[in-house]
């Protein structure tokens, strides 16, 4: 029954927010042509009225998306599973650890141990075939080589070339990109070029603002007793706190 009355409530509240753009392009349309004879060419003004209702059906069902899911005194219940519905995160064996550990059911994780940008083709497909409405992308560590502007360039070249595969494969979709997680001292002594993190995550963050994409910064989550002994991949406490901190910036 609950989930009728929640259904019945979406109905009623788009039909009226849709009854209301109706009279609102009949009011308009009347009057241009009440003030110029009948003449004028509303083609512009419909067109705008229409990008307006789109604009305000969706954010009524935003909103009535977010008041069902809250429960008990306002509380958001739902699992990370639930949440992640329709979402996708494509990345590398840190991200393998959502289904490693039950954090999130498959079809919500694309990832392969060790992939580099030039070799995401097959994962490309995978995110096209789920058409998520929500791209979240962990992708880079594997690529950084160096700690010179010239590597760090190139590094941002073949990341925007994967974003810009994944907008034309699902070009509905909106994408996040995860800052590269910081690693512990011991990891950089074995791989020294991974000390310039904060560097390629500075680089990161101007990518997205300049493709106008999302950017999501979770070095601060990180916590000495969440790594494994490589310093580099997490334990599963872990997970829950990093896809909480996604869900939250991308208000799933």
């Known amino acids: 029954m609950k989930r009728i009355r929640r259904k019945t409530k979406r109905r009623i509240v788009l039909g009226a927010a849709a009854a209301v753009a109706v009279l609102l392009i009949v009011l308009i349309v009347n009057g241009v042509r009440s003030l110029i ?9 419909l067109e705008y009225i229409k990008q307006e209702e789109a604009g305000d059906v969706s954010a009524i069902e935003a909103k009535i998306s977010q008041l069902e899911a809250q429960d008990n005194n306002g509380e958001d219940t739902r699992s990370l599973k639930e ?18 550990y039950d954090v999130l059911n498959a079809s919500s994780v694309v990832a392969k141990i060790g992939v580099h940008f030039s070799e995401l083709d097959d ?29 760090v360039d190139k590094f941002i070249s073949e ?27 011991a990891a950089t002594e074995d791989e020294p070029a991974l ?10 963050q101007k990518m997205c603002e300049d493709m106008s994409i999302g950017y999501i910064d979770n070095t601060g989550l990180v916590q000495d007793q969440y790594y494994e002994q490589d ?14 901190n996604m869900a939250e910036v991308a208000a799933l």
């Not at 580099?232 to 990093?242: D, I, L, N, S, T």
């Open 83 to 100: 949440k992640f519905m329709g979402s996708v995160v494509v990345g590398d064996s840190i991200t393998e650890g959502f289904t490693e």
């Open 123 to 151: 994962m490309i497909n995978q995110v096209s075939d789920l058409s998520p409405q929500i791209i979240f992308l962990t992708l880079g560590m594997n690529d950084i080589t160096g700690t010179d502007s010239a590597a």
């Open 195 to 204: 000390a310039a993190i904060p560097q390629y995550n500075e680089a990161i």
């Open 37 to 45: 004879g009948g003449h004028a060419d509303t083609s512009a003004g």
């Open 231 to 244: 310093g580099v991949h997490f334990k599963a406490e872990f997970y829950p706190v990093w896809g909480e």
């Open 159 to 185: 990341y925007q070339s994967v974003i810009t595969r994944l907008q034309e494969k699902v070009p509905d979709a909106h994408i996040f990109v995860n800052s590269l997680f910081p690693v512990q001292e």
